[in-house]
């Protein structure tokens, strides 16, 4: 079993950073793949940016791309998003989620509780 523990979330207004870590813990030698999704009020959980374990391939929705940032630490079992002029519509529940196969669609293995990320206008 793995564990994920997501922290970082918060209040801020648009234009703002905010950093949003994951960190990992049991058997993370089984994990290939770490992403983070995003559910917001009402609507459907979305993709939001995944990294492989090497940390040397990354993927990002389109409407992050240029803003967030994702890196992972082995060493350190975390996975951070770095989120950079954010906007209200990034406003969601951020989950840190793990999978054991390579590529970043299909079923994960792993889910953290959830941070809240809200953006004020």
């Known amino acids: 079993q793995v564990q994920l523990v997501e922290s970082g979330g918060g209040l801020v207004q648009a234009g703002d950073s905010l950093t949003l870590s994951c960190a990992a813990s049991?058997?993370?030698?089984?994990?290939?793949?770490m992403s983070w999704f995003r559910q917001a009020p009402g609507k459907e959980r979305e993709f939001v940016a995944g990294?492989?374990?090497?940390?040397?391939?990354?993927y990002y929705r389109d409407s992050v791309k240029g803003r967030f940032t994702i890196s992972r630490d082995n060493a350190k079992k975390t996975v951070v998003l770095q989120m950079n002029s954010l906007i209200p519509e990034d406003t969601a529940v951020y989950y840190c989620a793990a999978r054991s196969q390579m590529g970043y669609e299909g079923e994960y293995d792993y889910w953290g509780q959830g941070t809240q990320v809200t953006v004020s206008s």
């Open positions: 990294v492989n374990w090497r940390g040397s391939s990354t």
């Open positions: 049991g058997r993370t030698f089984s994990i290939w793949t």
